[in-house]
């Protein structure tokens, strides 16, 4: 295979045209979040964050939070949608999104930054339920300061603020074939490299240097962004997978896990994978094969009409048989999409009914002890629910752990 190169990257993936969908896919993200909206009887919306506010407008946010200028989209159960933003942004926004009503402030403006226009917009929806949602729920948050959001809540009346996470945690769940197009882009870039990694690691590097040589590699195959990037790594296992890179080296008996959370024009993928180093020892290896074993119980489970709970159900029960007690995590997979992660999420007590569309990691977990120290292992791939089972949008990892000599 040739090796990736930054011109190779550059013709392969040139910038895309914007707004990047259509504009009937943001008339269907809107109709998608009224008929919610309906449902649970919001008169409008208010969206402030980050991802929310890129999926209705499909505004590129570089930053990917904004602290000093926020930007708001207010949907009204009817009529016009608008967005509030900084004067700054006027003219990006009327370049990259559908949006034809722009109201603007001169920005930051402590005093007020943007509140009375946010408020005038608000009331001007109505107050049929008296009910304007929020993202103040579970796995949501403000993209606003809090002391505006509660300026404005102050200054409703008659209507007042409820959760509106709702909305999206609905609408943003099942994805269209043009949101899939871009995870599975980013899914099989991330497989490549990690496929292409055990050549350009040896015992002696250090968990650092294999995330920075993976993050290059990943960039000249045509990924976007690594914003995480994870590499942990000990003596017949880690107890950990979220604080690295570190110093730490590699020996013989390592086993290294790396996390990639990468995207491709804000998509993300997020799936990891195991590798051993010299003489790996036999409980990481039957750990390894248990999760394979797991994973492969929870890909069978998935279908249109499976519920999130069997399928954690599956993966544990697969877990069980092998003897292998499950992770402590509280649960083995959640949905991607605009972020890593979003819903739903696979534990014994969600009830979410799998459709076509739906992107989900599956990612058991277990806990295992060499010679009398605890050791975890994790294992992650990313699917897409389809009309007759599922894809998988990662490449599938071998049955056995690689290892590197």
């Given amino acids: 295979m040739n090796e990736p190169t930054l011109e190779a990257a550059l013709a392969a993936f040139p910038p895309d045209e914007y707004p990047s969908f259509p504009s009937a896919e943001f008339d269907q993200r809107v109709e998608a979040a009224r008929r ?8 409008a919306l208010l969206v402030t964050s980050e991802a929310n506010f890129r999926y209705m407008t499909g505004y590129i946010l570089q930053a990917p939070v904004q602290i000093a200028r926020p930007r708001y989209f207010v949907l009204p159960l009817a009529g016009t949608p608008c967005a509030i933003v900084p004067r700054t942004n006027v003219d990006g926004l009327e370049q990259t999104t559908w949006l034809r009503d722009i109201r603007s402030w001169v920005a930051p403006c402590p005093e007020d930054d943007g509140v009375s226009l946010v408020l005038e917009a608000l009331q001007q929806a109505g107050s049929r339920f008296g009910r304007i949602g929020a993202e103040i729920g579970a796995e949501a948050r403000l993209g606003m ?24 945690g609905l609408v943003r769940m099942v994805k269209s074939p043009a949101e899939v197009d871009r995870i599975r882009r980013i899914a099989q870039i991330v497989s490549a490299s990690f496929d292409a990694l055990p050549q350009l690691l040896k015992i002696g590097d250090t968990e650092w240097s294999a995330c920075r040589r993976m993050q290059l590699d990943l960039v000249l195959r045509g990924a976007h962004r690594t914003p995480h990037l994870t590499g942990v790594s000990g003596p017949g296992g880690y107890t950990n997978i979220n604080t690295g890179p570190t110093a730490r080296l590699f020996e ?32 990481p290896a039957r750990s390894y094969a248990a ?15 499976a519920r999130t709970r069997g399928l954690f159900a599956a993966m544990a029960g697969s877990l069980s048989a092998w003897g292998a007690p499950g992770g402590t995590v509280g649960r083995m997979g959640h949905g991607i999409g605009l972020l890593a992660p979003e819903p739903p999420s696979i534990n014994a007590a969600d009830d979410t009914v799998l459709e076509p569309g739906m992107v989900l990691t599956l990612e058991p977990s277990l806990s295992f002890t060499v010679d009398g120290e605890r050791r975890i292992m994790a294992h992650e791939e990313n699917l ?18 690689p290892v590197i000599a």
């Fill in 36 to 43: 919610v909206m309906r449902t649970i009887e919001l008169d």
């Fill in 145 to 168: 300061p809090v002391l505006d959001y509660l300026r404005l809540a102050d200054r409703l009346g008659p209507s007042r603020f409820v959760d509106g996470e709702a909305v999206f």
């Fill in 252 to 283: 013989s008996g390592s086993v290294l896990t790396i996390d990639a959370g990468c995207c491709f024009d804000n998509y993300w993928c997020d799936f990891n994978r195991n590798f051993g180093f010299g003489a790996v020892r036999s409980e």
């Fill in 291 to 305: 999760l394979h074993a797991a994973t492969e119980a929870g890909l069978r489970a998935t279908r249109p009409g």
């Fill in 384 to 401: 897409v629910v389809t009309a007759d089972g599922y894809e998988l949008l990662s490449t599938r990892t071998p049955p056995e752990m």
